[in-house]
Every structure is written in structure tokens, then in C-alpha cells.
């Protein structure tokens, strides 16, 4: 599936709410978005109600008028399907539609995403909004993209959503006996005769079957999927060369393996807020950033990727609203863009008067053109015109991360030896860990190829099965170097614990056995030999033929081994049994990496200073060079920088700022 058609260069923009504002605002948002030189605004993400306000009665005279503006504007439009939000009608008319908690209460109407995905009459409303839809504006000029939906992740438990469970269970397992021992369900008398006996993972006396929580997770993304794609295939129908896609949500409450949804995308988007106010938001933007170009890889309009929505002049932490410093807006922006974004989307255009987002971030605020956060808005949109010729260019690297959505819903469970612990968090410390040290690195899945990297990281990777491990053996034979933490290899595929000690799959090519577990208190720091300390977890490792690199040295393990080393084949394997601090992490990750033969992006650069390359297929080269720092910075290096159109040598960062210099 090709780009979109009349959108050359970087795409700028983000969601047009019309639907709010009396016609006269729709003018005037038009001149301004010219202003700031907008090119791509999504339009009627929560506009159900105003394009179908009795059932089967649709007013479609609004958005024409709408989309003609943008048109003579401009401006294209990725028009969005509003399923994400039913309006009242819908939920009177269908209650049973009403999702339902685990806890067996029925949500009522009142906020969005009120509804099961598994109800048969939501799915026939959506159907019918979309195909009308389709149906209006398939020859429009303006159309560029079809939106699907916003932000999939909703969950039910309602009589709809457990027979779909068990039409689901029954497709995977063909029967109660393959269910039975996948879920070991002789704990507990829980075996199951009859399929009539099995529902969704609903509030029980004590602890639920991790299996079963694990499998209605899976579920769910399918359940989900199914519900994407049959919007998907009715927008293809009409519009056969114009792309479809839906905007990715991250976090740990949303039942979506990404990576298999991406399979079925004409382009990859996310959403991504970071939540932190000091530098972990950097951090954060370079991760999410990654974790998109790794899943568009699966796409078919891959490798590129977009920036669906983010908050232009916010960062929502928790409990309070931290306004962005001047300039972060543009540093975050081409950090999504050096990593592949095809550009930069926002929530929203316009600031809403009223509702219950009335105080989220915008391109153009509350206070209106005459502000800082519209001048910045403007600066932005001209950057990224000067940027257009990078969109052809892609990232490589030689370092991949292996992030695996069934390891980290098996470790939501409650039933884990230590709450304190998380496979996205341990993923976030490895990537933290090489972004400081300035080693680029892919996010990939563990059905991924190994073969182009130098390095592969393994981050509590729980569940492993055999042709997984047997994979992993072939690429450190092979000549490949590999970094694993703690909680690797434990489980096989359904969450069952492999026997005979940890790390359970990777023993034998770790070279270490471990007996059990000791996880640590919150507060409790160990000493390490290297002058690091470990946290949160800890292991008694036994050496069966790695070396010991960093050793404990207080507590009931000192002298034990804590980080360990294992030649295996042409290849070399590190096993880490505890939660590193950051800088003792840094360390191990430039010196695993050094080993491997990878270097930093940009050797030159100073802490605070984030480097990032493009490359083109015609030998051109795009260093993206970012300063965090509250100081000027300046480094040998030379280019033309897209910027200011000037050549440098070296090139001198102002405080907070950005070069992205042309290169051979």
C-alpha cells in the first residue's frame, strides 16, 4: 500500500474537532493551520452522535462543509470511523452493548468507549456508520487515510464477550483436554467437562488461573483485531488505493499484541504521552518511538511509521500537568521523526471549550494565536518542512531488544514471587540503559530475525518455548552475543514453569543454574563488586560453565555471582540476576555492546546530547543531534544543517537545541 496521495514530505497536523465550534471557528481554524503549515488533520474521532443522531438517520451536511474547507485549504484529511464512542442512543436502544467489568458491574453511558466489542449489535452499528461513510467520501479530494476506531483497548465481560472467549479457546486448543493441561486446571479442582463451565477471568474468591488470564488477554487483541479489520475491509472496498490504519495506545491496562496487529496495517500509528516531567520523558519519546518502527517492520506500508496524537505543549503526569519548557515541543517532535516517524500528529488542533478534556494540550490554546504555544506550533510546522528530504531515509542498527507482549501479560498475574517486578519496566531499563550509553538500538518481537545483530537483549523474557530457545542457541553458535535478565526462559508458552531450575529454556546457554528466587524488599539495596548495587530481585546462581563478572557482596549472597559471562559456540552470553542501578546498567550495556563489536551512534557526543542517524538507499546520511542539556554544546562533527541551511564545522547545540546535519 502506497503513501498517501498529495502528501509529500513530513505530515503535520492533528485532530480537527469541527463538531465543537459554531461554522465561523471553521474558517478561521483553516487560515491558522495554513499559517503553521498543517497538512494532515484527522477528522470525527468522537463524532457519532452529531453524524448519526437518531439510528439510521445520518447528517453528513456539517462534515461536507468541513472537508471542502480543508480541501480549498489545503489541508488533507484522515477521516476517522467514530466507533469509539456509540452516542446515548445506542446504549438505550442496546443495553446488553453496555460493557461489563469483572467485577460483574455494567457501565452506563456517560464517557467513551461504553461498549462490548463482542456485542453482536455493536458491531452491526459500526458497520453500518463506517460503510456510510465509505460510501459519501470515497471520491472526496481532501480524503487522504482512513482512521479506524481510536485507540483499541476496551475489555468486557458480558454473556457476548464469554461466548466469543470460548469460541476463541475452542479455535485454539480444539478441545477441553489440550485446555485442561494448558491451563493445569487439576489445581484447585478447576478441570473443566463441559465448555458451558468456562468464562471470562471474573472477580472469584481468591486468586483467578494465571493461564486463563493470560489466554483472555490474548483474546481480547484477537477479539479486538477482528473488530478492526471488518471496518478495515469495508474501507478498502470503496477506496482500494487509499491506506488504512488505526491509532496504536501503550500501556499496560491494553489487551493488543501490536506486533501481530501490524501484520493487518497500512501504516503504523501510536499515540504516546509520555509521564514524566524531567529527562525520563526523553527517554520515554526515544523508546515509543523505537517500539513503532520496530512493530511498522510487520506492516506491508512499513518501515515507516507516524505519530498519530501526542501532546504538543503538555506532559499529563500522574495527578498533574507539566507544561513543556520552550523548545521540548520541537526536540520530542524530531526524536519521533529522527526515529522514523513520516512526521508529527497532535491531540488536537484546537482546544476545547468544555468537556472532560477540556484542559488537554493543544497546537493552537486556550489563550489563542497570540501565545508562545502557537508560535511554537508555527516554528515546528516550518521545521518540518525543511526536514521533508529525511522522510526517505530509514535506521539501522545493530543492537535489538526483545519485547514480548505474552511475557508481560503473564507477569500482570498476582500470583509472581514479587509484585514489584514488570517485563515493560525491565524493558525500559535496558533501553534507558543503551539510550545514555548512545547505542541505537530496534525493539523487536521474539518471532523476529536475529541474524543482522550484533547484540540481543533479553529482558525478563518469561515465556519461552522450545523453538524460541532453539533459535536463540543457533544465533549465539552462530557468533552472536546476548544479554539476559533475571526471569527469563522461566515458562513455556502457556505460563507453565519449566522444570529442573532456572533460567528454565536458556540454562544450558547461559551456562548457570539457579534454585530459587529471593526477591527483594522495595528499599533494599545490594552492594555489588563492580560498585553498582542491585535491587528488587536477587538469585543464588550456580556457575555451570559462565564465569562470574560482578559477584554480591553483602547480604545472604555475597560472593555469590550476580552478573555472569558464558561462551557458547562462536558466541558469548551474559546473564544478570538482579535489577541494576542506571549507571551500573549503562556501564554493563557500553561494555556487552563494545564486545560485540557495536559502537555509539555518534562516539562524540556528551551525556545529555541524543544522537540519531537516517540513511538512504542512495548513500545520503542524516545525523539528528538533540541537546537535553541546559548548557551549549558543541562537537566535532561537520554537515549541512537542515535547520539553518548553513554548513557547520563543528556544530554548537544553543541549550535545548537541535541540529540535523547532512551527510555523506
Known amino acids: 500500500m502506497r503513501w498517501p496521495k498529495g502528501l509529500d514530505g513530513l505530515c503535520y497536523g492533528g485532530d480537527h474537532n469541527p463538531e465543537q465550534w459554531p461554522p465561523e471557528v471553521w474558517t478561521e481554524d483553516v487560515a491558522l493551520m495554513r499559517r503553521a503549515r498543517v497538512n494532515l488533520v484527522t477528522v470525527g474521532v468522537f463524532a457519532w452522535s452529531r453524524l448519526e443522531p437518531q439510528p439510521g438517520r445520518y447528517d453528513f451536511d456539517w462534515l461536507d462543509r468541513v472537508l471542502d474547507l480543508l480541501h480549498t485549504g489545503g489541508i488533507r484529511v484522515a477521516l476517522a470511523t467514530p466507533t469509539a464512542s456509540p452516542p446515548p442512543w445506542f446504549s438505550l436502544r442496546h443495553p446488553d452493548a453496555l460493557p461489563v467489568t469483572a467485577d460483574g458491574v455494567r457501565l452506563q453511558h456517560g464517557s467513551r468507549d461504553t461498549y462490548c466489542v463482542s456485542a453482536p ?26 482512521h479506524v476506531h481510536n485507540e483499541y483497548g476496551t475489555t468486557c465481560h458480558c454473556d457476548h464477550a464469554t461466548e466469543a472467549f470460548r469460541r476463541w479457546l475452542r479455535t485454539r486448543y480444539g478441545g477441553l483436554d489440550a485446555l485442561n493441561d494448558a491451563w493445569t486446571t487439576s489445581f484447585w479442582s478447576q478441570h473443566y467437562s463441559d465448555w458451558a463451565q468456562i468464562r471470562t477471568p471474573v472477580a472469584t474468591r481468591y486468586l483467578g488461573n494465571p493461564a486463563q488470564l493470560l489466554d483472555f488477554r490474548r483474546f481480547g487483541s484477537d477479539e479486538l483485531l477482528g473488530a478492526y479489520l471488518a471496518q478495515r475491509d469495508l474501507l478498502r472496498a470503496a477506496t482500494p488505493d487509499v491506506p488504512v490504519t488505526t491509532n496504536f495506545v ?48 510487520h506492516s506491508p506500508g512499513g518501515p515507516g511509521w507516524l505519530l498519530m496524537e501526542t501532546a504538543p505543549n503538555l506532559i499529563l503526569t500522574p495527578g498533574r500537568m507539566h507544561g513543556k519548557e520552550p523548545g521540548r515541543l520541537l526536540r520530542h517532535s524530531l526524536s519521533y521523526v529522527a526515529r522514523g516517524s513520516r512526521g508529527a500528529m497532535f491531540f488536537q488542533w484546537r482546544a476545547s471549550r468544555g468537556g472532560a478534556e477540556l484542559f488537554h494540550s493543544a497546537l493552537l490554546p486556550h489563550a489563542g494565536p497570540r501565545s508562545r504555544g502557537f508560535r511554537e506550533t508555527v516554528e ?85 518455548d522450545d523453538g524460541y530457545a532453539a533459535r536463540l542457541r543457533d544465533y549465539l553458535a552462530s557468533g552472536g552475543h546476548l544479554l539476559v535478565s533475571y526471569l527469563s526462559g522461566v515458562a513455556d508458552e502457556y505460563g507453565r514453569i519449566r522444570l529442573g531450575g532456572h533460567p528454565g529454556a536458556l540454562r544450558d546457554l547461559l551456562g548457570i543454574r539457579v534454585d530459587e528466587f529471593q526477591p527483594l524488599d522495595p528499599a533494599t539495596r545490594l ?33 555469590g555471582p550476580a552478573v555472569t559471562r558464558h561462551a557458547y559456540g562462536a558466541g558469548v552470553a551474559w546473564y544478570v540476576s538482579t535489577r541494576l542501578d542506571d549507571d551500573t546498567y549503562r556501564r554493563l550495556a557500553a561494555d556487552v555492546a563494545r564486545a560485540a563489536g557495536v559502537t555509539p551512534t555518534c562516539p562524540v557526543a556528551p551525556d545529555g546530547v541524543e544522537a540519531v542517524r537516517r540513511r538512504s538507499a542512495d548513500g545520503r546520511s542524516w545525523l539528528f543531534l538533540l541537546n537535553h542539556t541546559d548548557t551549549a554544546q558543541t562537537l566535532p ?28
Open 527 to 559: 552492594s555489588l563488586s563492580d560498585g553498582g548495587t542491585g535491587r528488587l530481585w536477587s538469585e543464588p546462581v550456580e556457575l555451570a560453565g559462565a564465569t562470574a563478572v560482578t559477584t554480591y557482596t553483602d547480604g545472604r549472597l555475597a560472593g
Open 121 to 146: 449489535a455493536y458491531r452491526r452499528a459500526a458497520g453500518e456508520i463506517t460503510a456510510a461513510l465509505a460510501a459519501r467520501y470515497a471520491d472526496h479530494p481532501a480524503l487522504a487515510l482512513w
Open 250 to 297: 501503550l500501556g499496560g491496562w491494553v489487551p493488543v499484541d501490536h506486533a501481530r496487529w501490524s501484520t493487518e496495517l497500512d501504516l503504523v500509528a501510536i499515540d504516546h504521552y509520555p509521564t514524566e516531567a524531567g529527562p525520563g520523558a526523553e527517554e520515554q519519546t526515544a523508546f515509543a518511538a523505537d517500539l513503532a518502527r520496530g512493530w511498522a517492520r
Open 637 to 664: 562533527v561537520a554537515g549541512l544543517d537542515l535547520l539553518t541551511g548553513g554548513y557547520v564545522d563543528p556544530v554548537t547545540l544553543p541549550a535545548g537545541g537541535c541540529a540535523v546535519l547532512r551527510q555523506s
Open 380 to 464: 515546528l510546522g516550518e521545521t518540518l518542512d525543511r526536514l521533508a528530504e529525511v522522510d526517505v531515509g530509514t535506521v539501522s542498527t545493530s543492537v535489538a531488544v526483545v519485547r514480548d507482549a505474552g511475557s508481560w501479560w503473564a507477569l500482570q498475574a498476582s500470583v509472581l514471587p514479587s509484585a514489584e517486578v514488570d517485563h515493560a519496566d525491565e524493558v525500559a531499563a535496558v533501553y534507558r540503559a543503551l539510550w545514555r550509553a548512545g547505542l541505537g538500538c530496534d525493539v523487536v518481537e521474539p518471532g523476529d530475525d536475529l541474524s543482522g545483530y550484533a547484540l540481543v537483549v533479553l529482558p525478563m523474557l518469561y515465556l519461552v
